[in-house]
Nanobody, 123 residues
Framework: QVQLVESGGGLVQAGDSLRLSCAAS????????MGWFRQAPGKEREFVAA???????YYRSSLKDRFTASRDNTKSTVWLQMNRLKPEDTAVYYC?????????????????WGQGTQVTVSS
C-alpha cells in the first residue's frame, strides 16, 4: 500500500525558510518521479516542483529561484526547501508519487498523494 507522509509545515514570517519532507513507502521509490503541489484557499491545486528518479528537477518557473526539491532514494524521502517565503506561498503542500520515472507538472501524472502539510506565511 502506497503511503506518502508529509511533514515540516508550519507558521512562519515572510522571509523565513521551511523544509518540507515526504516519507514514501509501498512502491518502488527509486524508479518513481516525485512531485510537490500546493493548494491555497479558494484556488486550484498547482504544480510546485518535481524530482525524477535520478534527482533531476523541474520547477514552476516563478518558484525556481526560491524553492529546491531533492530526494534520497536510500531513505525513500523527498524534500522541498523553501526560502524567502512570501505570504502568497501560504497553502497546503502535497507530495505525490508519479506514474513514471520522469518529471511532470500535470497532476494527472501522479497516482498517489499525501495528506498535505499546511504552510502559513505571515506578513
Amino acid at each position: 500500500q502506497v503511503q506518502l507522509v508529509e511533514s515540516g509545515g508550519g507558521l512562519v514570517q515572510a522571509g523565513d525558510s521551511l523544509r518540507l519532507s515526504c516519507a514514501a513507502s509501498g512502491f518502488n521509490f527509486d524508479i518513481t518521479a516525485m512531485g510537490w503541489f500546493r493548494q491555497a484557499p479558494g484556488k486550484e491545486r498547482e504544480f510546485v516542483a518535481a524530482v525524477n528518479w535520478m534527482g533531476g528537477t523541474y520547477y514552476r518557473s516563478s518558484l525556481k529561484d526560491r524553492f529546491t526539491a531533492s530526494r534520497d532514494n536510500t531513505k525513500s524521502t523527498v524534500w522541498l526547501q523553501m526560502n524567502r517565503l512570501k505570504p502568497e506561498d501560504t497553502a497546503v503542500y502535497y507530495c505525490a508519487a508519479g506514474s513514471s520515472r520522469f518529471n511532470s507538472d500535470n497532476a494527472g501524472s501522479y497516482g498517489s498523494w499525501g495528506q498535505g502539510t499546511q504552510v502559513t506565511v505571515s506578513s
